[in-house]
């Protein structure tokens, strides 16, 4: 069984970090050591078992957080398991269908042999940072689309796959 995890994420307003928070929660109740941590910050993957990235989706870009630490630390995560995430549609389509990653996740997961990606809703209310999230704010179309009970059932297939390794 493997039991260190890291859960990098980039984020610009918080909400893909409050995904990485509980994914992290879940693998911890689980019996798994696991931390989550911006992207950015993170200097090196060799302490842990197992990687999850996550980012948040801009124009159908990743975060760039999220994409310079899966450049970053290419060699040594395509030797560990490894999951992504991204966060981002501001309505219930994450929940209602599977949407596949961005062409530059998809790539990323394909060189780097992850073995899921999974896209869940995202969040953008008052305060939001940057002038077209307050824009989209401001013209009503903000919102909090994520759905935690979904997000914690991700994080145990990652745990039970975990133990099997």
Sequence with gaps: MLGKVLVAYGT?????ARIA??????LNKE???????PARSVGSVEAYDAVVVGGGL???????G??????????????????????GPLDAS????????V?????????????????????????????IAQMIVRNGKGGDFRDFERIEEWALR???????C
């Design 12 to 16: 610009t307003n918080g909400s893909t």
């Design 21 to 26: 928070e509980a994914v992290a929660d879940v």
């Design 31 to 37: 019996g798994l050591t696991a931390e989550a941590l």
């Design 58 to 64: 801009y124009a159908g870009r990743w975060h760039r």
């Design 66 to 87: 999220a994409r310079r630490f899966v450049r970053r630390h290419g060699r040594a995560l395509a030797g560990r398991p490894l999951w992504f995430f991204s966060s």
């Design 94 to 101: 994450a929940s209602e269908r599977d949407i596949p990653p």
């Design 103 to 131: 062409p530059g996740v998809r790539r990323a997961m394909t060189r780097l042999h992850a073995k899921e990606h999974i896209t869940f809703g995202g969040c953008l209310e008052e305060g939001a940072k940057g002038r």
């Design 158 to 164: 990652i745990s039970e796959e975990m133990r099997n």
